[in-house]
């Protein structure tokens, strides 16, 4: 049990059935009446936000969460495979499950499950990852002035915003949390 007055960001409560990850707290005194709590709420199976406002002294039961290390095996239409390396274990998940968070990541890399009672609802890519372009135009000599930027298509198929110096071929970095172009390799 957590008490409201010692909220954290990224602290997991379960509140009415549902699984919640603070994503934003709050403590408010108000010049006349009792203080508060006023929370930002993200529900992790769904995805929902929402907005809460707590006592300081309202207690929520703390959610566990597993996150386990899995290698990312294959793709098969609309199931992607996934191994624990320490037992051999295969489990299946379909897309939905999933969502995007696989666009950045290769077959055979490792990747983190995140699961509550055994169910696993969320799978973490690795933050930063290296990818090779396949295909991108080609840039031009005296393009530069202004730090330009064009398309290239990696080859997990994600599309990247990249500076007009990279070539097809190339290795980049990339910040799998928001997509971005980080250097060359």
Known sequence: MISAGDFRNGVTIELEGNIYQIIE??????????????TKLKNIKSGGVVEKTFR??????????????????????DLFYFMDVETYDQI?????????????VKENEMVKMCSHNGNVFAVEP???????ITETEPGFKGDT???????ATVETGAVVSVPLFVNQGDVIKIDTRTG??????
């Not at 707290?25 to 006023?38: D, S, T, Y």
């Not at 690795?126 to 090779?132: G, H």
């Not at 971005?180 to 390799?185: A, K, Q």
């Open 25 to 38: 707290f709050q403590h408010v005194k108000p010049g006349k009446g009792a203080a508060f709590v006023r």
């Open 56 to 77: 300081p002294t309202e207690k929520c039961p703390t959610a566990r969460i597993d996150r386990k290390d899995m290698q990312y095996l294959y793709a098969d239409g």
């Open 145 to 151: 002035a202004t730090g330009a930027s064009k398309p």
């Open 92 to 104: 299946a998940l379909d897309s939905a499950s999933i969502g995007d968070a696989l666009k950045f």
């Open 126 to 132: 690795p933050l930063f990852v290296e990818l090779e």
């Open 180 to 185: 971005e172009y980080l250097s060359r390799v």
